[in-house]
């Protein structure tokens, strides 16, 4: 996209649009969710101990693995996993959890050849997708 520079200097006091965060300006409102009656705040940290929960599960079911070495992630939605102690790739590893047991784990070169030995594992699905997915890696090791 080519953009142009306005001629005018910018202005120095927000304007309303800068008030409503278009212009890389953070403004939270302080309202309240009309249907719920929940902040927005309340809601976030719902959503965030939710999504906590599924990492926690995740990782506990896939440090049971004989040859996996993870570490908890702080703000991702997903779980890179060092595969190289199992004596197989990524991409084998991969490979064999979608056909034994139904995981699909991205493989770590699809991200680039540095990556060879691991896998990426998601819990940005539904509680109960991680969960089941949580009971079948743990079969699977």
């Known amino acids: 996209i080519n953009q142009q520079m306005p001629k005018e200097p910018l202005p120095s006091q927000p304007s309303s649009v800068d008030d409503h965060g ?8 302080h309202i309240r969710n009309s249907r719920s009656g929940h902040s927005p705040d309340a809601e976030v940290r719902a ?4 999504y906590r929960d599924r990492r926690d599960q995740l990782c506990a079911a896939a440090a049971t693995v004989p040859g996996f070495a993870l570490s908890v992630p ?40 540095e990556y060879a030995d691991f896998i990426r ?21």
Do not use: N
Not at 47 to 50: F, G, L, N, P, T
Not at 95 to 113: C, H, M, N, T, Y
């Open 47 to 50: 959503m965030v101990a939710e």
């Open 22 to 29: 278009c212009t890389g300006h953070m403004h939270r409102p």
């Open 74 to 113: 702080e703000g991702a939605l997903y779980v890179w996993v060092d595969v190289s102690g199992t004596g197989q790739d990524g991409a084998a590893v991969a490979q064999d959890l979608l056909e034994r047991a139904g995981i699909a784990a991205v493989p770590g070169p699809a991200f680039g050849s």
């Open 121 to 141: 594992l998601t819990y940005a699905s539904s509680s109960t997708l991680v969960g089941a997915a949580s009971d079948a890696l743990t079969k699977w090791a």
